[in-house]
Structures are given as structure tokens and as C-alpha cells.
């Protein structure tokens, strides 16, 4: 996995292979990337991501600017390798080490964007329940986005504040508004 643009493109991250991930692919990641970059100075954003396994979406944030960044997941190897690398790389990125769904609902900080890469074989009512907490607990702030990541076979355009999706390979990002 690679930094796609910013401070530190270019730079190669290697995830310990015990890791339970599936980072996003480079492909994926620069594709997502180009759209939010016509609609948010990364900047003036903060950004939450879920299930942040690698870090991946952390470190590309960061280093195009982002400064206020929090990871979320279950896995401690996962938030000691995010921490480490951070740190490597002089990133401020915050790391909770807990369960998503229990984060979303005791959580009250709103963020400009929040990204959720759940495992793909999630049921459709585990995936249903993300957006659902974000916005009944009001996680976004105004002309905030929502981004969920999942598989092609995964269709979340039922779901309330679907917004539209965007496929790149076997991978597909879901926006909510």
C-alpha cells in the first residue's frame, strides 16, 4: 500500500501480515480521493475512519493536510500499528481502540467526513446500522459526507441519505448526505 498524493506521496506502508485487513486499493483509493478533492480543502477538515484496519485512509487524509483525524477499530494490533506508523511519519492521528457501532452511539464529535470500511461480509443489517447511527446521533457536520466502502455485491441504495455510488473494480463507495 502506497500514499497516493501530499507530503508523503509516493511513500510505501507495509501492514503486518497477521493483520485481519483488506486495505483499499491504490486504484480505489486515488479514484475516491480525485472526488473528494473537488469538494473539500483538506485542510479545514476533520475525519473519522471506521473500521481503520491498516490505516490506509488515515495516512492519505494526513498527508495531504488533514490534522484532525480519528481511527477507530476493535483490533489492537490494528491502532498499535496505526499509532506507530503515525508516529513514523509525524501524522496527528488520534486512535480508539473499540467496537464501531458502540463508538458510533456514545459518540458525540462531529466530523466533515466520515469513511467506514466494514469487513464485505457484513450482513446488509450490520452495514444499514452505520449510517443509520451516524446520522441519528448527528456525526456530521453540515455539507458533511458519509462514505461507506463495500463490495459490488453489496447494493446500500435503499438506506436513508443514500446519496449515490461509485464503483471502481470489485470495490464500491457509497455516499450518504
Known amino acids: 500500500m502506497r500514499i497516493i498524493s501530499g507530503q508523503y506521496k509516493g511513500r510505501r506502508i507495509t501492514a503486518p501480515k497477521k493483520l ?7 486504484m480505489a483509493k486515488e479514484s475516491l480521493f480525485n472526488i473528494l478533492n473537488n469538494q ?7 475525519v473519522l475512519d471506521l473500521f481503520a484496519g491498516t490505516g490506509n485512509i488515515s495516512y492519505e487524509f494526513a498527508s495531504r493536510g488533514t490534522e484532525r483525524i480519528t481511527a477507530v477499530d476493535e483490533n489492537y494490533g490494528c ?53 443509520q447511527l451516524v446520522f441519528q446521533n448527528d ?3 453540515d455539507d458533511g459526507l458519509l462514505i461507506v466502502e463495500h463490495s459490488k455485491h453489496t447494493d446500500l441504495s435503499h438506506l436513508e441519505h443514500y446519496s449515490h455510488s461509485k464503483s471502481y473494480g470489485g470495490n464500491m463507495f457509497s455516499f450518504f448526505e
Open 139 to 141: 456525526l456530521l457536520e
Open 20 to 26: 485481519p485487513v483488506r486495505p483499499t486499493t491504490d
Open 79 to 131: 491502532i498499535k500499528f496505526i499509532n506507530e506508523t503515525a508516529e513514523s511519519f509525524e501524522m496527528n492521528i488520534t486512535t480508539i481502540k473499540s467496537d464501531v457501532f458502540k463508538f458510533l452511539e456514545k459518540s458525540q464529535q462531529q466530523n466533515t467526513i466520515i469513511f467506514a470500511d466494514p469487513p464485505y461480509d457484513f450482513p446488509i443489517e450490520a452495514f444499514a446500522n452505520i449510517p
Open 40 to 46: 473539500f480543502y483538506f485542510d479545514e477538515i476533520s
